[in-house]
């Protein structure tokens, strides 16, 4: 079964709006971490958040937010005002347990456009 | 800050050569870890070190193999190359094993078989 399953193989936004990026996950473990990457056409991966299970707030880092809703095994990348270098290929990943299994285990990724 | 270097960035061998990747992990980073990226895939864990021991496998070729030496860069060594061998190879290093740390990726080495 997939781990890490983005839905959304491409997105469309206009410049300066906001976007949500997808990402649902399937552990049983109770710790485990939540990573979103881009990936531009250049090739390198570019870490972007990261929320652990445990966490008890939502992460942010200056224009990204993630929406964990650990329920619904979901860590959706909100993107708001978007700019034309966000344009990129995005990855969510999770990475389980404690010093165990420690491979970062990514979705097939989403292809953001954003539009002038 | 000092990031993850991989060399060479770019490489292009023939079918059944031999190739070796380089990484060097960022300064203190005890943990490496190898992945393949195919044309227009997601990247797939190859194998991780942690102290200089194997800690983890994943989908490794028999053909590959991989160290990680005293000062704590790594090698992956790459024989009888295959068309399907073919792709973006991150090396990533990580503070310790704690599924907490951030995985911090190296800008790749491409490799192309001919």
């Known amino acids: 079964a997939q781990k890490i399953t983005q839905t959304q193989p491409g997105m469309f936004v206009q410049e300066k709006e906001a976007v949500t990026l997808d990402c649902t996950y399937d552990?049983?473990?109770?710790?485990?971490?939540l990573f979103w990457y881009k990936q531009p056409s250049s090739g390198e991966m570019i870490f972007l958040i990261y929320q652990g299970s445990y966490d008890q707030q939502n992460a942010t880092e200056g224009r990204y937010s993630l929406n964990f809703q650990k329920a619904r095994k979901s860590a959706n990348l909100v993107i708001s005002a978007s700019q034309l270098g966000d344009s990129a290929m995005y990855f969510c990943a999770m990475r389980e347990g404690w010093g165990g299994s420690e491979k970062l285990v990514f979705g097939k990724g989403t292809k953001l456009t954003v539009n002038p | 800050a000092a990031g993850v270097i991989q060399s060479p960035r770019h490489l292009i061998k023939e079918k059944r050569e031999t190739a070796t990747l380089k990484c060097y992990p960022i300064?203190?980073?005890?943990?490496v870890y190898w992945y393949q990226q195919g044309p227009g895939q997601d990247p797939q864990f190859l194998i991780s070190?942690?102290?200089?021991?194997?800690?983890d496998k994943g989908s490794i070729p028999d053909r590959f193999s991989a160290q990680q030496f005293s000062d704590y860069h790594s090698e992956l060594n790459m024989s009888s190359l295959e068309l399907g061998d073919s792709a973006l190879y991150f090396c990533?290093?990580?503070?310790?094993?704690?599924?907490?740390?951030?995985?911090?990726f190296g800008p790749g080495t491409r490799l192309t078989v001919l």
């Open positions: 300064p203190r980073h005890d943990t």
């Open positions: 070190f942690y102290e200089k021991m194997q800690s």
């Open positions: 990533a290093s990580s503070p310790g094993r704690s599924s907490y740390n951030e995985q911090f």
């Open positions: 552990t049983s473990d109770p710790s485990y971490g």
